[in-house]
Nanobody
């Protein structure tokens, strides 16, 4: 099993930046893909970004390309997403995901609010 704990959510003004962290209870080197998803009020959960176990491949939603950067530090068992040029439409609860042995694990989420 994997326990994931997100942190770093906050309220920021449009154009601001945040870095979210996702700490894993076990080594993430064995987890082939980890990712960030988000869910805004009244909307379905959607993909933000994913990253392979060695960081060699990343994938981003079109809406965040060029603004968000996903990364991982296997030594710290932590995955990050750096979010720049934030927009009001980025407001959502952000969830960390780990896919391991055919099971999807989720954290509890961290709230990001972009508002002036």
């Amino acid at each position: 099993q994997v326990q994931l704990v997100e942190s770093g959510g906050d309220m920021v003004q449009p154009g601001g930046s945040l870095r979210l962290s996702c700490a894993s209870s076990r080594s993430i080197f064995s987890i082939s893909t980890m990712g960030w998803y988000r869910q805004a009020p009244g909307k379905q959960r959607e993909l933000v970004a994913t990253i392979t176990y060695d960081g060699s491949r990343t994938n981003y939603a079109d809406s965040v390309k060029g603004r968000f950067t996903i990364s991982r530090d296997n030594a710290k068992n932590t995955v990050y997403v750096q979010m720049n040029s934030l927009k009001p439409e980025d407001t959502a609860i952000y969830y960390c995901n780990a896919a391991l042995d055919g099971v999807n694990y989720w954290g509890q989420g961290t709230q990001v609010t972009v508002s002036s």
